[in-house]
């Protein structure tokens, strides 16, 4: 039986500790704010909007809203983000994705002040990350480290292994478990003998975007297994890209979904709209 890898427990432990440091801040008279910005009224992006209003309110982080229609132009989005980039009120720019097909998704993630880049999507951010200096990194990947950190599992040179190469999970997530001193191998649609690879995990990290592909046969007996991806069923169910029910029996430790890596990615956001502060004072 695999120890199961708490990501509510773990993601409410981040947002209580965010929560401390701002009201410290707060004592000190400086106010922490997320502007988040949404276009148009995608439902999933809607939900998740809310839920990071959600957050803000629980750790005492303003949130200022804007909701902007569906046909706002590139140049009307540059123009809010412009103005947010210069307001000193303002620590952090959140804009949510993806964006309406007429607004180009780089050139908005680019307009953000790399002192305000809040999901650690700007280039900036990720160059920073790979040459090891301060900056915001991305939010899923930096959930999943302490979600191997507070499980009690090391990675310091450990055979760490993960699935999946996209900027916001694979690529980040690869540079953090080097930051953390594993051994790490990235694996893609192209890696021959996939299996043989994930078997030489201790630590392996599942971000393909395929239902329950993973299952036992990739997975070394004793491995942290960490589930990135998360899809709906035909039987309206969530499961992740790992076969739960066939990894769980040899893995060490697996976080499930739902209530593993997805909670944390907000509780990270939390992190870094607080860790703006001291990013921005530099
Ligand atoms: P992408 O589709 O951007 O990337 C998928 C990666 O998996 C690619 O690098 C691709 O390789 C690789 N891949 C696809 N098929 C195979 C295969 N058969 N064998 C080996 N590698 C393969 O996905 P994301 O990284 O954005 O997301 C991955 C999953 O995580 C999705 O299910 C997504 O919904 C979920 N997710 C969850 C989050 C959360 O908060 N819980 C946050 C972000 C994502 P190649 O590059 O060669 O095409």
Redesign the pocket.
Known sequence: MAQIIDGKVISKQIKDEVKEKVSAYKAQGIEISLAVVLVGNDPASTVYVGNKKKACEYTGINSVSYELPEDTTEAELLELIDKLNNDDKINGILVQLPLPKHIDEDKVIKAISPLKDVDGFHPMSVGALSIGQPGFVS??PA?IIELIKRSGADIEGKECVV????????KPMALLLLRENGTVTI?????KN?KEVCKRADILVV????PK?IDKSYVKDGAVVID????RGADNKLC??VDFASVEPVAGAITP?PG???P??IAMLMNNCVNSVAIQKK
């Open positions: 939010c899923t959930g699935i999946g190469r996209s900027n916001i999970v694979g694996c893609h649609s192209r890696t996939l971000a393909i975007g395929r592909m990135v991806g998360i899809h992740g890209d979904v593993g890596v997805g944390m990615t």
